[in-house]
């Protein structure tokens, strides 16, 4: 891998730690706002498909819709085959929560479930990133 790939790499796996670290710190609080720890998994999931993408030296593409890149990723990591469904509840935390009129109300049930769908994602992805 080269350089500059190998730190483009490094970047986009900095940024998603950065969104689990700020899922982690939502968590930690009582008030612990469910649309914010959704979007922030959402987005650790994104940045760790991207940072995959790169080290492929396959151009991520700008979106948010998890499925289109777990479709690039699958040659690549070939767990993310049984998860394109899945993903599809993490994507509408990355853009519908983020304007008014367009969120619905996320419960705390709802909300663990996306931490735990991350984590999987998280765990897939990191391991991939680690070869």
Known sequence: ???????????????????????????????????????????????????VLTRHRVEAPRTHDLRRLIQLAKPYVQELSDMADSSDALTVHGVE?????????????????MVVLSRKFGEILLAELDK
């Open 1 to 51: 891998m080269s350089d500059e790939i190998a730190q483009s790499v490094r970047q986009w796996r900095a940024k998603a730690q950065s969104d689990w670290t700020a899922v982690e710190i939502l968590l930690t609080n009582e008030e612990c706002p469910p649309d914010a720890v959704c979007f922030h998994c959402q987005q650790f999931v994104e940045k760790l498909l991207k940072a």
């Open 97 to 113: 929560t983020r304007y008014p009129g367009d969120w619905h109300h996320i419960t705390l049930e709802e909300m663990n479930e």
